[in-house]
């Protein structure tokens, strides 16, 4: 069975870093996409970073190009999301979710099979 635990938010002042992570089981994991997601209050669910586990390519979405960088570590079936220089727009619920696919069209879609239970990142002073 696939399990995804999302760790690591909380709240953080703007301009401020935090450093998200995903610890994938129960998958073959080198044919594996994982990604982090977004839902803010009354909006809907977002691709922000996705990373192929095998060969580590990487999708962005341009309202984190820059500012974010999404690493694997595949001796923990670990992946991380460095989020810097974080605005009042960052706020939500982060999702970590999976599937055996391209990271681009799974980002951009919305479209993992796997997903975690979300955790709380809030950027206010």
């Known amino acids: 069975q696939v399990h995804l635990a999302e760790s690591g938010g909380g709240l953080v002042q703007p301009g401020g870093s935090l450093t998200l992570s995903c610890v994938v089981s129960?998958?073959?994991?080198?044919?594996?996409?994982v990604g982090w997601f977004r839902e803010a209050p009354g909006k809907e669910r977002e691709g922000v970073s996705c990373?192929?586990?095998?060969?580590?390519?990487?999708y962005y979405s341009d309202s984190v190009k820059g500012r974010f960088t999404i690493s694997r570590d595949n001796t923990k079936n670990t992946v991380f999301l460095q989020m810097n220089s974080l605005e009042p727009d960052d706020t939500g619920v982060y999702y970590c979710?999976?599937?055996?696919?391209?990271?681009?069209?799974?980002?951009?879609?919305?479209?993992?099979?796997?997903w975690g239970q979300g955790i709380q990142v809030t950027v206010s002073s």
């Open positions: 979710g999976g599937d055996e696919q391209s990271p681009k069209p799974m980002c951009a879609l919305v479209a993992a099979e796997d």
């Open positions: 129960g998958v073959k994991v080198d044919a594996y996409v």
């Open positions: 990373i192929k586990i095998n060969d580590g390519r990487t």
